[in-house]
């Protein structure tokens, strides 16, 4: 059974950090594009960050300079650096991974993890 599982989430400052992980289990990432998204109330869901499994990066504008995506393929596991952090960076932030093979598409998310940024 397939299980993406984020943690990290947390109530932050306006200029804080954190860092985001997605552990994956039931499939190996370094075969997948990971991506972070996020839903801000009242919000659509929004891409954040992904990375290719060739290693190409994509940021959104909004989190670009601030935010680092990067892959623990020992761990199996996807983190997103954040920095210099926003309150309207405020969201639920998913992970998500996804494979087409042969003209099949396989995309998994995981539940979410809340951060708030608040002083």
């Known amino acids: 059974q397939v299980q993406l599982v984020e943690s990290g989430g947390a109530l932050v400052q306006p200029g804080g950090s954190l860092r985001l992980s997605c552990a994956a289990s039931?499939?190996?990432?370094?075969?997948?594009?990971i991506g972070w998204f996020r839903q801000a109330p009242g919000k659509e869901r929004e891409g954040v960050s992904c990375?290719?499994?060739?290693?190409?990066?994509y940021y959104a504008d909004s989190v670009k300079g601030r935010f680092t995506i990067s892959r623990g393929n020992a761990k199996n596991t996807v983190y997103l650096r954040m920095n210099s952090l926003k309150p309207e960076d405020t969201a639920v932030y998913y992970c998500h991974a996804s494979l087409i093979r042969d003209r099949a598409l396989y995309d998994y998310w995981g539940q979410g993890t809340q951060v708030t940024v608040s002083s």
């Open positions: 039931g499939l190996s990432l370094n075969y997948y594009g």
């Open positions: 990375s290719s499994s060739d290693g190409t990066v």
